[in-house]
């Protein structure tokens, strides 16, 4: 009797020692739901497509996963996996695991990665965020409103000088942060040690004139070495911040930069991400995306804007919002419950087609505990950048106060103008 790699038991209780992953499942036309889920748990873990000599009855009690749930009328398949399965601290090789070859398969018809809980075991084998939310709030000693910030525009083309004159202006007009944009790292016509150089000079002079803790994030996204080496420098020229694509630079990649211990705030981008969360069918979710972050320990996440330019409703974002910040997630119908035990919350990004006309929606939405973020809704703004800083931190303070932005506008010219020219 061939050894089953992997079998459906619905009166299996996961424990402690299992790292449990919750997909959505639609099997292939004509394969039933319970072959498809063994198939995908099997590959996942010690099986292939036909039975080997060569796996023995000790395999698989000790690390043959369990099915323990499985639903055909909304396709949501849980299973267990043998915390052995998993290599400790190697997010890779999770992701090769439960993520990896499933995806793929021809009794697949949709396959998408819902959500992972990790057992405390696995969990604090991660360092979790350095900062987190409350440390970045320390940082720039900005207390009970959301963070401001804005990402330098055009995405590429400034020289290093204009680069740095553009950050200035943002941050004389009221932006609390200022990031380069995910596709601009070291080219011919803007240098990344340059750039950084400048910056910090212009950062400098701008907290001198205005009193206040302003702070740059380089991107700093580059093959692993030059990566780590880029932070370094990032860290030597008293910059406080990095900033890193997630999706490109790559799992193995963001655990090196986290593990480098550097004392930077690490602000994920995840530009890439939507070519497999975005599909409600197939792929992996951002919540899994967002929970590996927080393992591994980048500090601020873009989570999505709600009322922006991308995908991603307002549900979904504060779902998100949720698992990076809070300490108990519960078990939902397409959650797993989550501890985050000493992991600390991330502070949540919310970005992209934001102008301050957005504002008062979003922080409904949202609160208070996010970062703005907005690039083209600054430097778009009629009299330009400081103008365009101006009317966001308007918007802001309006919400606040509880003040409409019309009637706000009235008496602060910077936002009438943004209202005129977006609303
Ligand atoms: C926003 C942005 C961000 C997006 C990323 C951009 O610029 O710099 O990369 O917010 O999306 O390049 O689009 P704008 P998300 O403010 O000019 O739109 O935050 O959803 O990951
Ligand atoms: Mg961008």
Redesign the pocket.
Known sequence: MPCQEAHVNTSFKPTHKHIVALYYLEPAKGVPMELAAEEIAGESSIGTWTEVSTLTKDIVSRLAPTIFYLNKKNGLVQIAYPLELFESGNIPQLMSAVAGNIFGMSSVKNLRLLDIEFPDSYRRQFKGPAFGLHGVRSLLRVKGRPLVGT?I?P?VGLDEKAHAMVAFDSWLGGCDIVKD??NLTSMAFNNFEKRVVETIKLRDKCEKETGEKKVYMPNVTAPCREMLRRAEFVKQSGCEYAMVDVVTAGWSALQDLRNENLGLVLHA???G?AAFTRNPKHGISMRVIAKLCRLIGLDQL?I??IV???A?GKQEVQIIGEEISQGIIGAGSHLLEQDWGHLKPMLA?C????HPGKVPALMNAMGKNIVI?????IHGHPQGTVAGARAARQAVEATMQGISLKQFAKTHSELALALKKWS
């Open positions: 990402i525009k995405k944009d995910e981008h995840r530009a991400h873009h999505g804007a922006g330019k991308m991603g990004v970005s992209g087609g934001l973020q907005m690039g083209g809704g």
